[in-house]
């Protein structure tokens, strides 16, 4: 297969450092799976020691130049060829072995600027700069530090494992997940270009509604598309003791609020998905004072994109048919914006998912891998289903399952991704990353004489 000219790929024909002990035309499911653990189990004292470095030392979004130069060093000593700073601070390490097709693993590595309040041992107290140098503390509220553990693990394995396997591997390290940015910088860098491209994508994501270890999956939709909206409110100020000498924002924007709360209710045909939340209002400076604008931050959320594309037409009409019945002059009426953190629908290929599945299922287990509904929050892998690129990403739990059934029990529920006490029980966590991601990979680059 011939590679790109600026790609210099390292070539694995024989290693027999690497290599486990039993000959492909042995391999089966179990066998593969029996490998994939006995070198999971020698990896895992090492994992959890990078685990709960990166955990206690997170990066926030675009900066993530400590935790990318670890994963840099970590392939590298592998054997991959490693290339750094793609799409900013990107990580991609090629390993090729033999005919095949080309997998790409991905991980994102950002945490969220969030003081954590966990309790575990490893937690962070860092105060990192953000991406405009402003001093915020931070945390993995989203465990990203399992995804990235779960890379350096999954090539660890898949490096050991060389005569089970054939093709391309292609990991990557992505930045700034958690402002939906990464993956296009890395595209826009020339990932599927400057690199082999992919003829399957993988990830996954831990997830806290899950019992640690379980596997959640699903084909078609598996998370939503999200735009991000900034509504200005604008109004004509002046004295709080002479209201009728103004148009006052503060009362319009309420009013506004409360009218968006109809479009899921009463717009939205029952059983579509749509999410229309308004996360920030902001206006005023003092008590006696009628300000000029207030400005309100929104997501919108679908599964759907016509369903999207009402959304966003059913919040102009709103702004401005409400802004007119308060009396707004025309050259005052509400200013909306939608903002670049925006991402399409995450859609598992059916087909790929079916497989992926069967190869988990048989090597987990069926009662560790269940099906899971749709979710509605968003993610940038689904930029990688680009150029027809077929894409599958899974669940994988993270929560301790006595809090889970304590849960089911009382109604109360367990603290959520993004959550500041969230962290995931480590093993079995990464355990489960490693392991269903080196499962899935050996699925799709299975070996010739394999069965």
Sequence with gaps: MKKPASYLPVVLAAAPMLAASLPLSA????ERHTAVSQRLDREYPALLGIYTNLHAHPELSFMEVRTAARVASELRSLG????????????????????????????DMDGLPIRETSGVPYASTDTVQDLSGKDQPAMHGCAHDTHITGLIGTARVLAALTNRWSGTLVMIAQPAEEIVAGARAMLADGLYTRFPKPDYALALHTYAALPAGAI??????????????????RGVGGHGSAPHTTKDPVVLASQIVVALQTIVSRETKPGDTAVVTVGTIHGGLKRNII?????????????????????????????????????VPADRLPVITLLPEAVGVTRNDPALTRRVVGALEQGLGADRVKPFPPVTGAEDFSEYARQGVPICMWWVGATDPARIAESERTGVPVPSNHSPTFAPVPEPTLKACVSSMS??????LRAPSAP
């Excluded at 391999?27 to 179990?30: G, I, K, N, P, R």
């Excluded at 390490?93 to 997998?103: C, E, H, K, R, S």
């Excluded at 499962?439 to 799709?444: H, Q, R, S, T, W």
């Design 291 to 327: 300000p000029e604008e207030v400005k309100l931050e929104l997501t919108l959320r679908a599964f759907d994109e016509k369903v999207m594309e009402r959304l966003i037409a059913s919040i102009r009409r709103i702004c401005a048919n409400l802004a007119e019945a308060a009396g």
């Design 439 to 444: 499962l899935a990979v050996l699925e799709l």
């Design 80 to 107: 991959f060829s490693v290339t750094e700073k793609v799409g900013n601070t990107g990580v991609v390490g090629v390993l090729t072995n033999g005919v095949g097709p080309v997998v790409l693993v991905r991980a």
């Design 27 to 30: 391999a089966s499911a179990e």
């Design 216 to 233: 959640g999956h699903a084909e078609g939709p598996f998370l939503a598309s999200v735009n991000s909206m900034d509504i200005v409110v």
